[in-house]
């Protein structure tokens, strides 16, 4: 570098922007300057972000350059469908494209990529990479469209790749000062695969002088084996078929073209072993720990799932080795680990919901997000991955719920993706603000605690969200669950239950109220006939 | 302080401007220029003195700079769909249509930019985004160098002024005397066309937007021939030559076109016509007409006249041949030692010498 001052350049992506990439619809995603974890449902489409920055960077997919990967399937489902519907409809649309824009932050390193060429039309570095119909084939387009009844996709085949800065200038890997790195550790393709994955990664570890170093010392075994006798004594038997077979001489040789260098054929081992023939989870921590080691301060991590494969202990080790070697990096980590979640910080949280939807942790109010923080964080992952979440506030609210859900399903709730949550009462608010934004349809389970007043005044700002239902009893003498089980069901059926012989009703409540857990337990277990308070079916429909 | 620099031909102005930038290497510098050849030759030029062309430079070409740093970084303020590339124009381009029909007023079917407008439209797009086009380009270069100024034309003229009140150091080399391509025929400015762009940096210089300066030296033509061509531009200040080599057929002569033959045969001189319409007496594969010399280097020329200088050599004034005064001036500056005429009269001209009578 010419330069001598002390800028120290690092690339931050802040927003990502997709379109019609595989399942991401139209998507628009903020990040921020250090760790990011993505946190989401499966099949929501976390990796497709991961995949998507890393294409927008690198122009690669799979590890390969995209114009060979180009395929129909690219293209989300849904607008291929749209699209295919509108063409034998009487207003067809315009060929689909797939956009990826990556908004950068302004650096003095970045000034080339800057311009308002993108959809926000914002004047900041970035880059758009596009899949789009190329108009020089509109001939050809017109006469495929002709019989849309015999379409079924995207006629891929008249398609280009654009890679272009904001400026919108045509750009190349070597136009963006830093590559990304994308670790996924959830798939290993096959073992070759895994071999060339690890290969490239430590490329980017060696010193140039060991990169050439190793490619000189495989050129000359190249040359050591064809100076060897037993080879030259096969290309006299193979040249004396001259006439038999060809009329040209034919030899053998080792493959010297540019793609034979020595990537292909070297392979990494560990302790002797090769490496695709070690555990999986080994593999995948060399993987990573390699790639935070070897790039330097200017990239962009994308690393999938960190936690496949690995033990407990080791995920704590890899853990607090990403944590120590993100530093000055910036992190995009998809998981589904709430432990990963609490050790790397809720904070850098970003929910991805299966609407495609995404908020950042730090869009929440201060005190909602502080309290998080505090949290343990396993009830939030689970809000938040959960198809329907209802909310209680305690264990025997919990076993109550999930009874009267048995009784009205068959099933326990878990199996329809209902997730029963307990939560501090105080915190429902603040959980809600989570699944308002995400649309999880959520159901709030709530003593009346003898206000009905401050009840409906708490809820307020939730009232117009139909997904969101707050379930309790108008009844002020029946305040908890407990006198509300009672009210259901007479004492002679409670007293079986817990097996006891009450003469009173006040002395099943006093019995009931101190042994809360024991009687909702009771209340699960038993095969009696039991009736459920009017607000917990209401919550459980 | 912006610099305009009115370097004489030979002077060695692309080796003023590569030394000058190999010596603030950190400076983020822009060179640009109209033609190819010219981009290839400073590009060149840092091969020889430096090994490489530092990564803090950027050679380009005018209507490149235009397209990639001007037009493009903001077009969607305009216009949404990506403008790929430039339609050049010989002349003026879309006579008839007004301004208000954005699309065919500036872009070719194809969506390409005319070169006669390029210019205009980089204005607006400057203008559009607020000044966002400046913005970038402050940020990107400290300093931007144009070369052959005197080709740049029309709404061009507009851009440089906005440079010039840039934070961006400006430096416009070039020699007006040689004026002998233009970027465009655009009616804007157009009283600052050709050898009259001389006027436009002294309005400048009385504005304060920039210094004016004559380089005088030129290392390339002997005394006598730089005598010749100061001739064809009596105003302006002289040139002095530092070339004082002697070779033994130096200075400026006089060839009747029966000598054609043998005076090429002794001296090897480069022939240069006016056009392809000139009598070249047998010659025409070995001739380049005078306009495409520029930039080229020979020990010795062989003139072939157009009918203006026919008329001039016989009354022993250049002044006469004005009308292509700057392709002459580029044809008399491309020699080191000779500068001969093909004439069959007797010339007037002091210090010229008859070949062979």
Known sequence: ?541 | MNQVIIAAAGSGKTTRIVTEILKAPTKKSLIVTYTLNNVNEIRQKFYHLNRHIPSTVTVISWFSFLLRDVVRPYQNYIYEKRIGSIAFIDGRSAKFVNKSNFKKYFLSEEDKVYTDKISELGLICNEKSNGLVIDRLEDLYDHIYIDEVQDLAGYDLDVIELLLSSRIGITLVGDHRQATFQTNFSNRNKQYSGVKIIDKFHDWEKQKRCQVEYTQNCYRCNQVICNLADALYADLPKTNSENNTSSGHDGVFIVRSDKIHKYIQEYSPKLLRYNVKTDCYGYENNTINWGDSKGLTFDRVLILPHGPLKKALKAGDLSQAASSAAKLYVAITRARFSVAFVFDDQCPLQNVVHYEL
């Not at chain 1, 976390?46 to 180009?70: P, V, W």
């Not at chain 1, 995404?358 to 309290?371: A, E, H, M, Q, V």
Request: aromatic share 8%; hydrophobic share 35%; proline share 4%.
């Open chain 1, 1 to 541: 570098m010419p330069n001598n001052d002390k800028h120290i350049f690092v690339m931050i992506l802040e927003k990502l922007i997709a379109k019609n990439y595989r399942t991401l619809r139209d998507v628009a995603i903020d990040f921020q300057e250090h760790l990011n974890i993505i946190v989401g449902d499966n099949e929501c489409g976390k990796s497709t972000i991961l995949e998507a920055i890393n294409l927008g960077l690198s122009g690669q997919l799979n590890g390969r350059s995209i114009q060979n990967e180009l395929h129909p399937f690219l293209f989300n489902r849904q607008t291929v469908t749209d699209f295919i519907e509108s063409l034998k409809s009487a207003s067809p649309k315009e060929p689909p494209k797939i956009i990826i824009e990556l908004y950068l932050k302004d650096d003095p390193e970045l000034v080339r990529l800057r311009g308002s060429i993108n959809s926000l039309k914002r004047n900041c570095p970035g880059i758009v990479f596009s899949i789009e119909f190329d108009e020089s084939f509109s001939q050809e387009y017109s006469e495929y469209i002709k019989t849309p009844e015999t379409i079924r996709n995207i006629p891929i085949e008249y398609y280009g790749v654009y890679w272009r800065s904001f400026a919108n200038d045509n750009i190349t890997s070597r136009s963006i000062p830093v590559s990304s790195t994308l670790i996924d550790a959830s798939t290993i393709r096959h073992n070759t695969g895994a071999n060339k994955y690890i290969l490239e990664i430590m490329k980017d570890y060696l010193q140039p002088e060991q990169r050439v170093q190793l490619s000189l010392s495989y050129r000359k075994m190249k040359d050591l084996f064809l100076s060897d006798d037993n080879v030259k004594k096969v290309n006299k038997i193979l040249s004396d078929t001259k006439g038999s077979i060809t009329d040209r001489t034919l030899s053998i040789s080792l493959d010297s073209s540019s793609k034979s260098n020595w990537e292909n054929g070297i392979e990494t081992q560990l302790d002797e072993i090769p490496l695709s023939l070690a555990g999986k989870g080994e593999q995948n921590s060399i993987k990573i720990k390699l790639a935070m080691e070897s790039a330097d301060g200017a990239n962009i991590f994308l690393i999938e799932e960190p936690e496949n494969h690995l033990s407990f202990s080791n995920l704590n080790t890899l853990i607090k080795n990403i944590s120590d070697k993100s530093t000055g990096k910036q992190l995009i980590i998809t998981t589904h680990s709430s432990f990963v979640l609490n050790k790397l910080g809720i904070k850098n949280v970003i929910l991805f919901g299966c609407d495609q939807k995404s908020i950042t942790l730090g869009n929440l109010k201060s005190d909602t997000y502080d309290y998080f923080m505090k949290l343990p964080g396993h009830e939030t992952l689970r809000l938040i991955l959960s198809k329907k979440a209802i909310l209680v506030e305690g264990p025997s609210d919990e076993l109550i719920v999930q009874k009267a859900y048995l009784k009205k399903h068959n099933c326990m709730p878990l199996q329809n993706g209902v997730d029963v949550i307990t939560v501090n009462s105080l915190a429902f608010k603040r959980f809600l603000e989570i699944s308002a934004p995400l649309n999880i349809p959520t159901v709030v389970v709530t003593d009346n605690d003898g206000d009905l007043t401050s009840l409906s005044q708490k809820y307020d700002d939730f009232k117009n969200n139909t997904h969101i239902k707050i379930c309790y009893d108008d009844d002020v003498a029946c305040k908890t669950l407990e006198p509300q089980l009672l009210k259901a069901n007479s004492l002679k059926t409670l007293n079986e239950i817990f097996g006891k012989n009450f003469a009173t009703s006040n002395e099943l409540l006093t019995y009931m109220t101190s042994n809360k857990t024991d009687c909702a337990l009771a209340v699960f277990n038993t095969s009696q006939d039991i009736n459920m308070p009017q607000y917990i079916n209401k919550a459980v429909e």
